[in-house]
């Protein structure tokens, strides 16, 4: 049984920074796409990054330049660290992973995290 479970979320100011982690077991960590999604209230979900077991990386265009997901294998862990945050990154942000990348860029990943709050205030 795959289980995902988020932690590091918070309130912070705009600007701000926080460093979210996902702590995964289960499976074979390694064999896994990672990734991170986020809704808004009154949103859609919506993909933020992802993390290929071959080591490529793949974000968002509104996060860009901002994020940087990363995994430590070793610790059956993914991070997403969020720089200059703005208001408008409010969400519950939820961890994923898949075998395939695809479905994990599809937003159709087999499996789901309980999620974990950032607040950005203005």
């Known amino acids: 049984q795959v289980q995902l479970v988020e932690s590091g979320g918070g309130l912070v100011q705009a600007g701000g920074s926080l460093r979210l982690s996902c702590l995964a077991s289960?499976?074979?960590?390694?064999?896994?796409?990672m990734g991170w999604f986020r809704q808004a209230p009154g949103k859609e979900r919506e993909f933020v990054a992802a993390?290929?077991?071959?080591?490529?990386?793949y974000y968002a265009d509104s996060v860009k330049g901002r994020f940087t997901i990363s995994r430590e294998n070793a610790k059956n862990t993914v991070y997403l660290q969020m720089n200059s945050l703005k208001p408008e990154d409010t969400a519950v942000y939820y961890c994923?992973?898949?075998?395939?990348?695809?479905?994990?860029?599809?937003?159709?990943?087999?499996?789901w995290g309980q999620g974990t709050q950032v607040t950005v205030s203005s």
């Open positions: 994923a992973a898949d075998p395939a990348a695809h479905r994990v860029l599809s937003a159709i990943p087999g499996y």
């Open positions: 993390f290929s077991t071959v080591g490529n990386t």
């Open positions: 289960g499976h074979t960590f390694s064999s896994y796409t």
